[in-house]
């Protein structure tokens, strides 16, 4: 799967577990998925494949 650019190797991941590994707080984050957006409320259910391609936007505050 190739995530924000970065080829990774998994067959499948739990999208959440995704998160918290890399440090991410859901309540910042937008998903692309193939191309789709994804509402949060999709998150806990969604797994990631092997051939996904996913962009991650994370909001931060700032001024």
């Known amino acids: 799967m ?7 190797e998994f067959k499948e991941l ?6 918290k590994q890399k440090g991410f707080k859901i309540e910042f984050i937008a ?3 193939n191309g789709e957006i994804i509402p949060k409320s999709e998150f806990d259910s969604l ?9 991650i936007v994370s909001f931060v505050g700032g001024g």
Do not use: M, P, V
């Open 2 to 8: 190739i995530i924000n650019g970065e080829k990774l």
């Open 14 to 19: 739990k999208f959440t577990d995704f998160l």
């Open 31 to 33: 998903l692309e998925l």
């Open 47 to 55: 797994i990631l494949k092997e051939n996904d391609r996913a962009e």
